[in-house]
């Protein structure tokens, strides 16, 4: 290559520049592409975040406005006991659906038999002291057929065992009960009842309240399953609800418990439960 060949400064300058425009322009190009993948991959992590937020909203929703289905043996809220051949039995009824609200208990009985309707907290101290003075003597009156009896579990004392809402894990059991195993569930109340723990303290443990049932003969993989996952927490809160809300039901300072109510007439004074029975069984 002779010197006249060779390109002159002026070219070179030239020629640098122009290198320095396609570089500058490569890298402007690739800052382009950059920003628009960052500012792409934040929109698809907002809608990604926001598709998150809607799924959570729904599943919330749901599980707000859908009640479990209601157990077995209790359409009134309550299972119901009739006399059969000296026994007391229970009676068998299918579930209330989901969403549905129970059907009101019976106020009479087509055959004149007495309607006895208890509204229990198995937690509740003066339930135990009302069961150990008259249970036996209602349940006779029941198997004579002079009466027919329904228990209606409901949940008011969880204020009274340290926030372990002991209450209401108790009417669960029932409910478990009276859906699983109908024919244990006096024998169960009983167990309850007579190892009812103090007020004050933290209740029973859940192998504790399975204990009871277990002590009480109501056994089977299902019931101990209702047990431990508390199948029908949400049914307790909602017929407790109810309960409450029901005019009928209140004393002079609300409700409490028990309250027993004899052919539709609410008790003002427990100790008169079987002279009532008897007059209103014809």
């Known amino acids: 290559m002779t010197n006249n060949d060779r390109p002159t400064k002026n070219e070179r300058r030239a020629h640098a520049r122009d290198v320095a425009r396609q570089r500058a322009e490569a890298e402007r190009k690739r800052k382009r592409r950059n920003k628009w993948f960052l500012q792409g991959g934040i929109g698809l992590g907002i809608i ?29 809220g309550a299972i119901q006991f009739t ?28 055959d004149g038999a007495a309607s006895v309707v208890e509204y229990v907290d198995w ?17 006779d009156k029941v198997k004579s057929g002079d009466a027919t009896l329904a228990i209606h579990p409901v949940s008011i004392l ?21 859906n699983y195993d109908p024919d244990r569930f006096l024998d169960v109340q009983t167990q309850f009842f007579d190892n009812q723990p103090e007020e004050g303290t933290k209740g029973l443990t859940n192998a504790e ?61 427990l100790t008169d439960v079987i002279t009532k029975i008897d007059a209103a069984a014809k």
């Open 158 to 178: 969880d204020r009274n065992y340290q926030n372990s809402r002991y209450a209401s894990r108790a009417a669960n059991a029932a409910m478990c009960v009276a």
């Open 209 to 269: 309240i399975t204990d009871l049932v277990k002590k009480g003969g109501a056994t089977g993989s299902k019931l101990s399953e209702c047990l431990s996952t508390e199948q029908f927490k949400g049914w307790v809160t909602k017929t407790t609800d109810a309960v409450l809300a029901n005019p009928s039901l209140q004393g002079t300072q609300g409700f409490g418990t028990p309250t027993v109510v004899v052919n539709g007439e609410k008790l003002a004074n």
């Open 48 to 76: 990604a975040v926001a598709a998150i937020v809607t799924l959570v909203i729904v599943n919330v929703n749901s599980a707000n406005t859908v009640s479990a289905t209601g157990p077995k043996n209790m359409i009134t």
């Open 83 to 110: 006399g059969t051949d000296g026994k007391v039995t229970p009676v068998e009824t299918g579930a209330v659906a989901a969403n549905a609200t129970a059907s009101p208990a019976p106020t009479a009985n087509a």
């Open 123 to 139: 937690a509740c101290p003066v339930c135990k002291q009302f069961e150990a003075a008259y249970a036996d003597q209602i349940l």
